[in-house]
């Protein structure tokens, strides 16, 4: 869980993951949040409610020095994980990790399990797709998916997203190097190869409540989407 001045909801994001009936581990990386967020998560060590990075605590938190980005916190996570299957979930209320059980349900079917499953926003016909505003942020992920699909030639629709479910050893296996919102697209990119030496990828439709650049969302959406399409060409041809 890679977090950025997310004290408003993060509390209450790590109470619904909490709440998931599985067996886990939560990784929180602060990126050196200046709204409160840091001492909250300190003050969680303190209580013990959760514990240090290399703590076998339910719940790690990882105090980062300085801001490298969204990816480099979820690429030092992974370092960190001992699960058999990682997630990232973000620091807002955009997700919701109800869907962990869906997802987990499509990778662990018996005739043919997966190594990933990505949760879709945008499935044709779904109720996500339909609650969603006509902004530049919805016309991006639709755009950035179809490049996805024409370079990649792989079958999904929301390459963007952030439920990205996949078996540790196979993530760890992308050997994965960016350390901005574009880590997404390079985990699609290598997924998208992998697919094409054997590794199994699934998709299934999750449910999606976005926020406003008003509510904290720190995506921009011409600036991130230009990054993006850098990150699909340069993953397909190097």
């Not at 998208?192 to 959406?221: N, W």
Request: with cysteine; aromatic share 8%; hydrophobic share 40%.
């Amino acid at each position: 869980m890679p977090v950025y001045n997310e004290r408003a909801t993060l509390a209450e994001i790590i109470q619904r993951v909490q709440n998931v009936p599985l067996d886990k581990e939560i990784i929180i990386v602060d990126n050196v949040s200046s709204d409160g967020t840091r001492e909250d998560l300190q003050a969680m060590i303190e209580r013990g409610e959760a514990g240090a990075e290399d703590s076998f605590h339910s719940i790690r938190v990882v105090l980062q020095s300085e801001n490298r980005g969204k990816g480099a916190s979820v690429r030092r996570a992974l370092e960190l994980s001992r699960g058999e299957w990682i997630i990232v979930q973000d620091a807002d209320l955009e997700y919701d990790p109800r869907d962990y059980l869906r997802l987990f349900e499509a990778a662990l079917r018996p005739k043919r399990p997966l190594d990933a499953v990505f949760g879709t926003r945008l499935g044709r016909g779904s109720a996500a797709r339909q609650k969603q505003p006509r902004t530049a942020f919805f016309y991006g992920r639709i755009g950035l998916s179809v490049i996805f699909r024409v370079l990649y030639g792989a079958p999904l629709s929301d390459v963007a997203t952030c439920y990205k479910l996949m078996r540790r050893e196979f993530a760890q296996s992308l050997r994965l190097q960016s350390d901005g919102f574009d880590l997404d697209f390079e985990i699609a990119a290598k997924v998208a190869r992998a697919r094409k030496k054997g590794a199994r990828i699934g998709e299934i439709p999750i449910s999606y409540a976005p926020r406003t650049e008003l509510e904290g969302k720190k995506i921009r959406a011409v600036h991130d989407g230009a990054l993006a399409v850098w990150a699909l060409l340069k993953f397909r041809f190097s």
